[in-house]
């Protein structure tokens, strides 16, 4: 059983965020959120929010699932629309930038067993 949550139009860099996903993937989800506790970036917070609903997510699907042995199965962060916008340059002149969203995607589930051999 797998389980997930999503946070769209994050106001960060995917590439940043990507940083911080890459952490908790495959983790037990209370390692997960202790990970988060102590990664000092600002994207932490939010994906350990994501993380938590996800955990909700999970209690509320089914009654009888122990929310100690749930694992991150899927973690990435996809991106989102830009913002474009301009800055003032030299000369009257104008210079463009992009503000870069993200949609961060969790989701936990119970591990399986994996293959012979593994």
């Given at each position: 059983?797998?389980?997930?949550?999503?946070?769209?139009?994050?106001?960060?860099?995917?590439?940043?965020?990507?940083?911080?996903?890459?952490?908790?993937?495959?983790r037990k989800a209370g390692?997960?959120?202790?990970?988060?506790?102590?990664?000092?970036?600002?994207?932490?917070?939010?994906?350990?929010?994501?993380?938590?609903?996800?955990?909700?997510?999970?209690?509320?699907?089914?009654?009888?699932?122990?929310?100690?042995?749930?694992?991150?199965?899927?973690?990435?962060?996809?991106?989102?629309?830009?913002?474009?916008?301009?800055?003032?340059?030299?000369?009257?002149?104008?210079?463009?930038?992009?503000?870069?969203?993200?949609?961060?995607?969790?989701?936990?589930?119970?591990?399986?067993e994996g293959p012979e051999?593994?």
């Amino acid at each position: 059983m797998e389980v997930k949550a999503e946070a769209r139009y994050v106001r960060v860099s995917p590439q940043k965020a990507r940083l911080v996903i890459d952490q908790i993937r495959g983790r037990k989800a209370g390692d997960a959120i202790t990970i988060l506790r102590t990664t000092n970036k600002r994207v932490a917070p939010v994906i350990e929010k994501v993380l938590r609903s996800a955990i909700a997510n999970a209690e509320n699907r089914t009654s009888d699932l122990d929310v100690d042995t749930l694992v991150v199965t899927r973690a990435h962060v996809n991106e989102g629309p830009r913002l474009k916008r301009i800055r003032p340059a030299p000369m009257g002149r104008a210079y463009r930038y992009q503000r870069r969203m993200s949609h961060i995607v969790v989701a936990v589930g119970t591990p399986e067993e994996g293959p012979e051999g593994e």
